[in-house]
């Protein structure tokens, strides 16, 4: 069994941080592997992020029935795709 914890406040640091920077330099960079999980019904990252990421050569994995908290609504899912990754 696995139990997800929680950095608050490194959640709430990062989140700051990375909503003032642009990031796409790193997606789109030359040898750069990206791998993007999202939930079907999370709003958080679009359609046209997910066609960016895709022409930078991401892999794009879209969980089904899954909102933005991909932990809590596909659990086992979300673990699989992680381990495949060797995360």
């Known amino acids: 069994a696995f139990r997800w914890r929680f950095d608050r406040h490194a959640l709430e640091a990062l989140h ?3 909503r003032g ?3 796409w330099a790193a997606v789109e960079a030359p040898g750069v ?3 993007l999980i999202r939930g079907e ?3 958080f990252v679009s359609n046209d992020d997910v066609a960016r990421f895709e022409s930078a050569g991401a892999d794009v994995i879209t969980l089904a029935k899954a909102g933005h908290f ?3 609504d596909a659990q086992a899912e979300l673990l699989d ?3 495949a ?3």
């Open 16 to 18: 700051a941080q990375s």
């Open 21 to 23: 920077c642009d990031l």
């Open 33 to 35: 592997r990206t791998t």
């Open 41 to 43: 019904h999370s709003q």
């Open 70 to 72: 991909l932990h809590v």
């Open 81 to 83: 795709h992680l381990v």
């Open 85 to 87: 990754l060797k995360l």
